[in-house]
């Protein structure tokens, strides 16, 4: 389907406004009297009052879970979470978020954030607790001369890339397009575009935030530093941001993009080779491995995905050494669009789904100094095809451009990282859990010994508070004073938890 052609406007005009819709639920009638769970591992009682007070403070929609739009707006899209919270708060704008964050201190209630609803480990829901929805906070504005875009929390990446993409410029974004911004940059974001142009957050000029006070605050290296410093790498912990300011790169109108299928009995050959290239790669290029173990080796899926940004003339003097890591048996790379290469036109219904899982799931990952041939002989020896488990292992390619940043310069530390290494298990629900068990703890113990630290949009929620210091390292206590001072009461604490100072 070819993308709709952009006229080249103003920064004035009105397709480039930062729109969000607003819509109010219906509901049945005045809120009851409820319980949500709370900060201190207990319960509190909100009467109907209370509720209602805030439901009128509200542009946006209080939803129960009696209400329409409720069932709707607390699935994630990981089907295999299914969590109900007390009561939804679907925000229209910062004003709103405002509120909802303080009613949730001042209640001492349990507070989750839904922005893509992403969570590898389902924190943006909680049952129980009480639940803001930014679904709402979707818009691009672009200015052209300035390389600039304003974009709302949670516009999804794919809406960025469509748009920034139709005037020749792009955001360092992450491989899903229904991925929001707001989470993937605070987190840090890894993607096509960081080796020539660093993370998603090294991009970011300013945040408009809401920190747990309920006051709505700008953040930049000149307003608030501290706090601009904390959160690009300190995920959600020290409040919701609502708005993004983002420098805007030039990419090629056409890239290199598409994978390199080898056959699935050289992972071993192809891993080890694949791992040595990777690191002398050029910062154009963008090249991250896939392997799929599956029933048998024909079933199971071995390849590289290849996103070049430089001149065409020279990719096949860049694509070769690839070509050379195995018996290629199938490529498609080929000239197309940067949006087109990240997926932007993806709707967003593709992601959501109803459907309660087939399959049980274990999810690890982190970061690797390097591919090394001994990781390599470890996948080789340990992931093979099996008929009853699919494991999936994902390895994001990082250096260049991200790596030339200290690690001081923003939270996030693992500058020095080759990659971010990830492995998936499932099997069939209602099987014996103990054989797969034993196989997946197994197979990570031989692999995590490779990693140094993880990516925290990776592991949030899977890891407890002092495994999230120590991934820090030398940024942890610097991390947890601004935590002290931004969120004492560690109201934003559905994430990979960083602490307040004199907390334990």
Not at 69 to 93: C, E, M, W
Not at 288 to 298: K, V, Y
């Amino acid at each position: 389907m070819q993308r709709r052609q952009f006229l080249q406007a103003s920064v004035g005009a009105a397709s480039s406004a930062l729109l969000t819709r607003y819509a109010r639920a219906q509901t049945s009638g005045p809120a009851p009297t409820i319980e949500v769970a709370s900060l201190d591992g207990g319960a509190r009682t909100l009467t109907s009052d209370a509720l209602n007070d805030l439901r009128d403070g509200l542009h946006g929609a209080l939803l129960l879970p009696r209400d329409d739009g409720y069932d709707a707006t607390r699935r994630l899209v990981n089907s295999r979470f299914d969590k109900h919270p007390a009561f939804i708060v679907q925000v229209t704008g910062a004003a709103d978020v405002a509120l909802a964050v303080s009613f949730a201190r001042e209640k001492g209630l349990l507070l989750a954030v839904k922005g893509g609803g992403h969570s590898d480990f389902g924190v943006s829901c909680d049952d129980s607790a009480m639940m803001i929805d930014l679904s709402l906070l979707r818009g691009v504005r672009i200015d052209m001369d300035a390389r600039r875009a304003w974009v709302a929390g949670a516009t999804l990446a794919g809406l960025i890339d469509h748009e920034a993409g139709a005037r020749g410029l792009a955001v360092p974004l992450g491989g899903a397009s229904t991925v929001s911004v707001g989470g993937l940059a605070l987190g840090g974001g890894i993607g096509k575009l960081g080796r020539r142009y660093g993370l998603t957050l090294d991009s970011i000029r300013a945040l408009e935030i809401v920190t747990a006070d309920g006051r709505v605050r700008r953040a930049s290296e000149r307003e608030n530093p501290d706090l601009f410093w904390a959160a690009r790498g300190g995920g959600g912990n020290f409040g919701v941001a609502t708005a993004l300011e983002l420098n805007l790169h030039p990419i090629p109108e056409r890239v290199l993009a598409g994978s390199i299928n080898f056959p699935f009995d050289q992972a071993r050959q192809v891993l080890a080779a694949y791992g040595d290239y990777a690191r002398a790669a050029p910062d154009e290029l963008y090249v991250d491995l896939f392997l799929a173990a599956r029933a048998t080796a024909e079933t199971s899926v071995l390849l590289v995905q290849v996103c070049y940004l430089g001149p065409l003339g020279d990719a096949d003097r860049v694509l070769q050494p690839l070509r050379r890591l195995g018996s290629v048996v199938r490529e498609d790379v080929k000239p197309v669009s940067y949006p087109t290469a990240q997926g932007a036109n993806t709707h967003v219904a593709a992601r959501m789904t109803s459907a309660r899982p087939t399959t049980e799931s274990y999810f690890r990952a982190g970061f690797l100094d390097q591919l090394s041939e001994g990781l390599a002989s470890a996948i080789g020896e340990s992931v093979r095809p099996q008929p009853d488990r699919r494991i999936n292992m994902l390895f994001l390619h990082g250096g260049g451009a991200i790596s030339r940043t200290a690690p001081s310069a923003t939270a996030f530390s693992h500058r020095a990282a080759s990659h971010d290494m990830i492995f998936i298990a499932n099997w069939p629900k209602g099987d014996d859990h103990s054989p797969h068990e034993e196989y997946i703890h197994q197979t990570w113990a031989r692999l995590q010994p490779f990693t140094r630290g993880f990516y925290v949009n990776d592991m949030a929620g899977g890891v407890s508070p002092p495994e999230v210091a120590a991934n820090y390292g030398p940024n942890a206590a610097r991390l947890a004073a601004v935590k002290a001072r931004w969120d004492p009461q560690n109201l934003f604490r559905l994430n990979a938890n960083i602490l307040p100072r004199g907390v334990s």
